[in-house]
């Protein structure tokens, strides 16, 4: 997870997320979230009828956006889980997690990410 507030989610993916990560899930105006704060390997999958109807009973209504996914918490087995919200935006770019002074201009950091002294 890369960040977190009232108005929006990212979860980031990448090869070795200890230098940088190149895709981000953007859930915009979350509404349920129900996974673990760190996690692997996610599979992705459609949510079931029985995951549907939890979330639209728990908000009153079925929300545009319901994602699934099984991931790799830390446990035995992986862990289901689940994340509704208004609208999913992916977003493709190298997105550092390091400072770096000579980054190529345009170039993103990831939000915890400051100058070295800041």
């Known amino acids: 997870m890369v960040a977190w507030d009232p ?3 990212r ?3 990448g090869h070795d997320l200890s230098y940088s990560h190149g895709l981000e899930l953007v859930f915009d105006d979350p509404l ?3 996974c673990p704060s760190s996690f692997y390997d996610p599979t ?3 949510p079931s009828t029985d995951e549907l109807r939890r979330v639209s009973r728990q908000l009153g209504e079925e929300p545009p956006v319901v994602v699934a996914f099984e991931a790799d918490a830390g446990g035995q087995e992986n862990i289901s889980c689940l994340i509704a919200a ?3 935006e992916i977003v493709q770019e190298t ?3 390091y400072w770096r002074e000579d980054a190529a201009p345009g170039l993103r950091f990831a939000p915890r990410v400051r100058p070295p002294g800041r």
């Open 11 to 13: 979860l980031a993916a």
């Open 95 to 97: 997105v550092l997690r």
């Open 44 to 46: 992705f999958r459609a």
């Open 7 to 9: 108005g929006q989610l």
């Open 86 to 88: 208004e609208r999913l």
């Open 32 to 34: 349920f979230v129900s």
